[in-house]
């Protein structure tokens, strides 16, 4: 993956704690938006990341696609970090997406991370914390948005609570799964695993009684738990072992993805092949050959089943 240290590349995974466990770094870029205007802001983003993923559903179900331009990188992470490969970079020409972090801070210091959400008028990065960019597109954009019949995805009525289970679903599930495949001892990854399938029994008890994680509409809770959930099947089971059951084996949350996947401003937004390629081959720490699993055989048509 790669970190900049006072502005030059060092490429390298994370390392681990001293205790083999995996601690992902907090974000730098944390401020908000100003004054909002439709073509001002710019959103780096990838298909196969999870965290960025999040902040494609929010702008495609605020209806923002015309306001707020995507580019993607390529799924294909190796020494050089995240790249611009299919999609190229309309602001800077950049071929790496460290040269984007660079125009913002040429002495930054960090890990290069998708989403980034960037400011054309004052050229520089506003937001890189996906949580904080979701949260940006569904409030202070929403003057702009032309999706139909569109509802916050964080109404003051819910906000308390979905930011509950957002803290609650964080460290077990979002990250709980890149502890367990990013896991260097034995016991880190047991915690991991344990912890993981705890929460998970946990939300899967929780969706028994409603078809959203706060009732009946979708929120930024349920796009954070989704992103996670559509892969896991797919790649954290068997790439990251986190094999003690499938998603599918659990009944709620499995129509809960299903529901998610299944809506017209969600489904779009997903690419398994792109999700499958981007583990498989980027993560070499984990799968050094980088051979992309065959499997799971038939995971879209299962998706499709009607919830």
């Not at 937001?127 to 999706?147: G, P």
């Not at 679903?169 to 799964?177: L, T």
């Not at 559509?230 to 990251?240: G, I, K, P, Q, T």
């Not at 499958?276 to 499709?304: C, F, M």
Request: hydrophobic share 40%; net charge neutral; proline share 7%.
């Amino acid at each position: 993956m790669g970190q900049l240290v006072d502005g030059t590349w060092h490429p390298g995974w994370f390392g681990p704690s001293k205790t083999g466990s995996f601690e992902r770094q907090p974000t730098v870029f944390r401020s908000r938006v100003t004054t909002v205007a439709s073509g001002r802001y710019h959103l780096y983003a990838s298909r196969a990341c999870p965290w960025a993923h999040r902040t494609l559903i929010a702008r495609s179900l605020r209806g923002l696609e015309h306001a707020v331009e995507v580019t993607i990188v390529d799924p294909h992470m190796g020494a050089d970090g995240w790249v611009f490969n299919h999609d190229p970079d309309p602001i800077g020409g950049a071929k790496f997406l460290r040269e984007v972090y660079l125009r913002a801070d040429p002495h930054y210091t960090g890990r290069v991370t998708v989403p980034v959400l960037w400011d054309r008028e004052t050229n520089t990065i506003v937001n890189n914390e996906s949580r904080e960019v979701m949260r940006m597109l569904d409030l202070d954009f929403a003057s702009l948005s032309i999706a139909p019949m569109s509802n916050s995805l964080a109404p003051p009525d819910l906000r308390p609570e979905i930011d509950r289970i957002l803290d609650a679903i964080y460290e077990p599930i979002n990250n709980g799964v890149y502890r367990a495949g990013f896991a260097q001892t034995q016991a880190a990854y047991d915690t991991a695993v344990a912890d993981l399938f705890r929460a998970l029994a946990h939300w899967d008890d929780h969706l028994a009684s409603r078809p959203f994680l706060c009732g009946s509409q979708i929120t930024e809770a349920d796009i954070a738990l989704f992103t996670t959930c559509l892969r896991f099947d797919l790649v954290y089971y068997s790439h990251f072992k986190c094999n003690v059951k499938r998603l599918r084996d659990f009944v709620n949350l499995w129509k809960f993805t299903r529901r998610m996947w299944s809506h017209p401003g969600v489904r779009p937004t997903c690419f398994l092949d792109e999700i499958k390629l981007h583990y498989y081959w980027s993560q070499d720490n984990v799968n050094p050959t980088r051979i992309v699993a065959a499997g799971p055989g038939e995971y879209e048509r299962d998706l499709e089943t009607p919830v």
